[in-house]
């Protein structure tokens, strides 16, 4: 049973576009969502998060939507740039439930186009 | 500051052999410790987490153990490698606990693991 859904493998965007990054999830418990970013052969790196009793976060380029009522969250990256083509993985968490595990999505790799 | 490091990074073994890659985790203490897989193709698998010595919580019925010796310590483990035991296998910690705010996994940099 897929929790978090990431249903666009892959996305390519001009640079400096806006590249949007997609993702779903159905387990109403989840109280916190974050973005990872993955280089080949490293380990994900944190981006940033959002608690669900809020609808938006933004760290300098990066922006997290969520839509609680849709269970959908969104990445927005503004400008786009040649460094985040990577994979990017969203996760869930229901920690007020004292729940310690993150359950992944399958991720979305991004490509800018120079 | 807090580092993790794992090991060893790349790994070729046959089919039938034992496994054994080892993380551990320096700058804090009493983490959460947690093994992810990442098979070709997909997501970020929770295989094991350990909120504590000696407690290993299992997500996925397989081939694979999990043993945490040390606070700082957590051990993956087989007695005999499967072919689709193959992948990108990633250890993680945390901080245990907070109140408030997500539960951010810090990453380490991985092993790949191919089964011949």
């Known amino acids: 049973d897929q929790q978090v859904k990431q249903n666009s493998p892959s996305l390519s965007v001009q640079e400096g576009r806006i590249s949007i990054l997609n993702c779903d999830y159905t387990?109403?418990?989840?109280?916190?969502f974050l973005w990872y970013k993955k280089y080949p052969a490293e380990g994900p790196t944190f981006l940033i998060s959002?608690?669900?009793?809020?609808d938006k976060n933004e760290d300098g380029r990066f922006t997290v939507f969520l839509n609680k009522s849709a269970k959908h969250l969104s990445l927005h990256i503004v400008p786009s740039q040649p460094g985040d083509s990577a994979v990017y993985f969203c996760?869930?968490?229901?920690?007020?439930?004292?729940?310690?595990?993150?359950?992944f999505g399958t991720g979305t790799r991004l490509t800018i186009i120079p | 500051s807090q580092t993790i490091h794992q090991w060893p990074a790349t790994l070729v073994q046959p089919v039938g052999s034992p496994l054994s890659l080892e993380c551990t985790v320096e700058?804090?203490?009493?983490?959460?410790l947690y093994w992810y897989r990442q098979a070709a193709g997909r997501g970020l698998q929770l295989l094991f987490y350990?909120?504590?010595?000696?407690?290993i919580s299992s997500e996925v019925p397989q081939n694979l153990s999990a043993s945490r010796p040390q606070d700082r310590q957590f051990i993956l483990s087989s007695k005999k490698l499967l072919l689709s035991d193959s992948g990108f296998y990633l250890c993680?910690?945390?901080?245990?606990?907070?109140?408030?705010?997500?539960?951010?996994?810090?990453f380490g940099a991985g092993s790949r693991l191919t089964v011949l």
């Open positions: 993680a910690w945390s901080v245990k606990g907070l109140l408030r705010g997500a539960n951010v996994l810090t």
């Open positions: 387990n109403s418990m989840f109280d916190y």
């Open positions: 959002i608690s669900s009793i809020k």
């Open positions: 996760a869930a968490s229901a920690r007020n439930f004292g729940n310690e595990k993150l359950t």
């Open positions: 700058g804090t203490s009493n983490p959460n």
């Open positions: 350990s909120v504590g010595i000696g407690q």
